[in-house]
């Protein structure tokens, strides 16, 4: 496990991130009030760098309706997606939101939705993210990532087992602006998977996701980017992950309002470095 910097005393870097939270709150709050679009990336590559052995390119519009955040696709792989097709996928997204809340009620996901608890953090130090240099804070969850479904009777001791040893593995780090309370990047690190079954077949030697925040408007931060890499040794040779997800071209939603995703191409980053002119 990687040396602290230094560790801020509890009670006073539990209060500070009670404020991160809170502001959290208000980016998801934000967030319901603008449209979107994400255009997705997965890449397998194998021995040979550069060249893919599969993947795929989507595209997405985001949007409210009926009080859920919609995620509608566009196209896969530059192909259009009927209206048809869309429609039938936003009505799957929409039953699937509503018996998460139905089961557990949460109505964010992922890194929006990681559970922190007080006592869990540690502060490392200040780090500069894109010249801006800002506030390192480490959080070692005792309950990690995988949640317990506490109305799932079923579960054997070996799968009780194996989600306690996935989440000691995981590590949270937050690079914040101390000045609006705001975490601008989020990392979630794996230090490995020589727990899981079936290690004959595979091995998930490295996992990590990042999430980067940005403010397209002012007193407004919305995503911008979420990333995700993996390697995995398998009996035919090594395989690499790699998964990007790039939000982009917000506006303000109005009421009533219909939005149309444009060409493909049309105001649309070509890679993660270079962002539309907002």
């Known amino acids: 496990m990687m040396m602290l910097v230094s560790q801020a005393p509890e009670n006073d870097i539990d209060a500070f991130m009670a404020k991160v939270l809170a502001r959290r709150d208000v980016n998801w709050d934000q967030y319901y009030e603008y449209f979107g679009k994400e255009r997705v990336e997965l890449i397998v590559e194998g ?18 309706r009926d009080g ?11 192909v259009e997606i009927s209206a048809d097709v869309r429609a039938r996928e ?17 109505d964010r996901e992922g890194f929006m939705g990681f559970k922190f608890e ?18 390192a804070v480490e959080y070692y969850p005792e309950e990690g990532f995988v949640e ?11 799968e009780e087992e194996l989600e306690r040893q996935f989440n000691k593995t995981f590590m949270v780090t937050m690079l914040i602006d101390s000045k609006e309370h705001q975490i601008v990047h989020m990392t979630i690190d794996n230090f490995g998977f020589d727990f ?15 999430m980067v925040m940005h403010k397209p408007f002012e007193n407004v931060w919305l995503p911008r980017d979420i990333d995700g890499y993996g390697k995995i040794t398998t009996a035919a040779g090594n395989l690499t992950l790699r998964y990007t997800s790039t939000f982009y071209d917000y506006v303000k939603a109005v009421t009533g309002a219909t939005y149309k995703f444009p060409a493909r191409g049309l105001n649309e980053p070509s890679n993660k470095n270079e962002k539309p002119k907002q």
């Open 47 to 64: 021995s040979l760098p550069g060249v893919p052995l599969m993947g795929f390119r989507k595209e997405f519009l985001w949007f409210v």
């Open 68 to 78: 859920y955040m919609v995620r509608s696709p566009v196209s896969v792989d530059g």
């Open 90 to 106: 936003e009505e799957r997204w929409i039953e699937r939101l509503e018996k998460k809340e139905r089961e557990r009620n949460p």
């Open 118 to 135: 007080p006592g869990n953090y540690f502060y490392a130090g200040k780090k500069t993210f894109e010249g801006q240099e800002l506030l």
């Open 148 to 158: 317990d479904d506490e109305d799932d009777e079923q579960r054997s001791e070996e």
């Open 196 to 210: 899981l079954p079936g290690g004959w077949l595979f091995k998930l030697n490295t996992f990590e996701a990042a």
